[in-house]
């Protein structure tokens, strides 16, 4: 219980900032609600939801004195399936193309505040883990496999968004899931949209975790 409250106490600025920026999402998307009578949206709680879980995660490890090497790899596994999600919710734009013309703004609004809710939930999560992992790694090799990771949840959001995997396919339908997945590599000439989606992606995550980390290092200097 006291580790609990010297965590809540040691992030509460962080958890304060996280939880007005998702609260007024919700507060958004029950204006629509009201406004539209269309239940439409929900699915969005849902997916910030999902974006939560891999920031819960290196928040809880990043406040452990000590984690053993099998721990940490179970934990950075599960961290890893899930945190997709969190940028995922930028892709749910496309909803905008079924939006009424007059409350377009408004979805607008709704939907840009819940992706900006998950990539601060993303940047945050990969700013831990890099914390976690330059305790364990040699410094050499952190910035790779940050800027790997960074492609690889654009290949992940890929396979949510258009092949409409999700992160408990590994579990439930692995077979499928690593056939696609093996295909895409396999045939890359078949695939093209896959490898561009993924590049643009990574790339465009890749850039805003540059300019994050060096905003959120300049402001505790």
């Keep these: 219980m006291n580790h609990i409250k010297q965590l809540i106490f040691s992030q509460f600025k962080t958890f304060a900032l996280l939880s007005v920026s998702i609260v007024f999402s919700i507060v958004l998307l029950m204006i629509r609600m009201k406004l539209t009578h269309s239940f439409f949206y929900l699915f969005l709680v849902w997916n910030v939801f999902l974006a939560v879980i891999p920031f819960a995660i290196t928040t809880y490890l990043v406040s452990l004195p000590k984690l053993n090497k099998l721990k940490l790899i179970i934990w950075f596994s599960v961290w890893l399936l899930f945190l997709p999600n969190a940028p995922y919710i930028i892709t749910d734009l496309l909803h905008l193309k079924i939006s ?28 831990d883990m890099k914390t976690i992992l330059q305790e364990r790694m040699k ?29 408990w396919e590994i579990v439930q339908d ?7 997945i093996l295909e895409i590599i396999l045939q890359p000439s078949q695939y093209y949209e896959a490898w561009l989606f993924t ?12 300019v994050f980390q060096n905003f959120k290092y300049k402001s505790e200097s």
């Design 199 to 210: 590049l643009l992606f990574g790339a465009f995550l890749a850039i805003g975790y540059w």
């Design 139 to 167: 410094s050499k090799y952190i910035d790779p496999l940050i800027i790997f990771i960074l492609f690889l949840c654009g290949f992940g959001v890929y396979l949510g968004r258009y092949l409409r995997f999700n992160s």
């Design 174 to 180: 692995p077979i499928s899931l690593f056939t696609d």
């Design 100 to 127: 009424n013309s007059h409350l377009l703004w408004l979805d607008i609004l709704v939907i840009s505040s819940f992706a900006l809710a998950g990539l601060m939930l993303f940047y945050l999560s990969m700013v």
